[in-house]
């Protein structure tokens, strides 16, 4: 019957491998919605995020609706469709949370063996041993060895902040001239990417030392659900000044329903 059904399905109406990848897509950029609230807080943020994804299948919100009604009408067959998005949705999780293991894992290093100019491509204040966060430092010798062009930025990428969220949670990154410094600093609140752009030149002086820092002020508080990721400092995010390590996911570009860092959100 079920076979009988799709051959007779209209036109406007996608086929069933076609609705399956759509409902895929849509799950995931639903959970980022209900997660990613600091970035979505507007209706006209959330639909145009929902409309990427269907611009993505080449279909029309309309198709979708049409679609979405016409294998709901036939019960037995959108819920093995939406069995098998669940199960496909799961087992992405699960992979998820076998490469965040490793990356935490790895992150339990002693302090006293890194170099100053240590930097984690992730930071989670839940890992064990998490202190208060990171710094680092680079001198001149430093920076002229990893960053040869003259532009520069330090990049992170942050979720798990809760509602009303107050503690004392920032970020600063220090430069050092020979007659100036110059500090840039944030505050977060939000689940975002943080952004600081740098020059090794200004007006009649060099860099000479890069220092930098994001830390929380008070872990008394729900700090622990706070994650760090995509941390980066280099040429236009394409290098990164850190020990060797799995990425948990690419340097932040426009958001895609298709990246680790959505997916990571289904949890």
């Not at 639903?30 to 959330?46: H, I, Q, R, V």
């Not at 935490?104 to 064990?128: G, H, K, M």
Request: proline share 5%; aromatic share 10%.
């Amino acid at each position: 019957m079920m076979i009988s059904s799709c051959q007779n399905r209209p036109r406007e109406v996608l086929n069933r491998k076609s609705m399956e990848q759509l409902m895929y897509d849509v799950y995931i950029a639903e959970a980022t919605l209900e997660n990613d609230y600091g970035s979505f807080n507007t209706p006209e943020k959330k639909e145009a995020y929902i409309n990427k994804v269907f611009m993505a299948h080449k279909v029309t919100q309309a198709q979708w609706d049409t679609s979405l009604s016409w294998y709901s009408d036939r019960i037995d067959l959108y819920l093995k469709m939406n069995d098998s998005v669940k199960v496909r949705i799961q087992r992405a999780r699960k992979d998820i949370d076998r490469n965040l293991e490793r990356i935490r894992a790895e992150q339990v290093i002693d302090p006293a063996l890194l170099s100053p100019s240590y930097i984690p491509s992730y930071y989670s204040f839940s890992i064990p041993g998490a202190k208060t966060g990171f710094h680092f430092r680079l001198d001149s010798a430093e920076i002229s060895s990893r960053m040869p062009g003259d532009e520069f930025s330090f990049t992170f990428s942050v979720i798990g902040v809760p509602p009303l969220f107050t503690s004392d949670l920032s970020s600063m990154l220090t430069l050092v001239y020979g007659d100036t410094i110059i500090s840039q600093s944030h505050d977060i609140r939000e689940n975002k990417s943080y952004h600081m752009d740098a020059s090794r030149f200004i007006p009649g002086d060099t860099l000479t030392q890069i220092n930098g820092f994001v830390h929380l002020q008070d872990r008394s508080g729900n700090a622990s659900s706070i994650q760090l990721h995509s941390i980066y400092l280099g040429e236009n995010g394409t290098d990164s000044v850190e020990v060797s390590s799995p990425e948990l996911s690419p340097a932040p570009q426009a958001r895609d329903p298709f990246t680790v860092d959505t997916m990571m959100m289904v949890q």
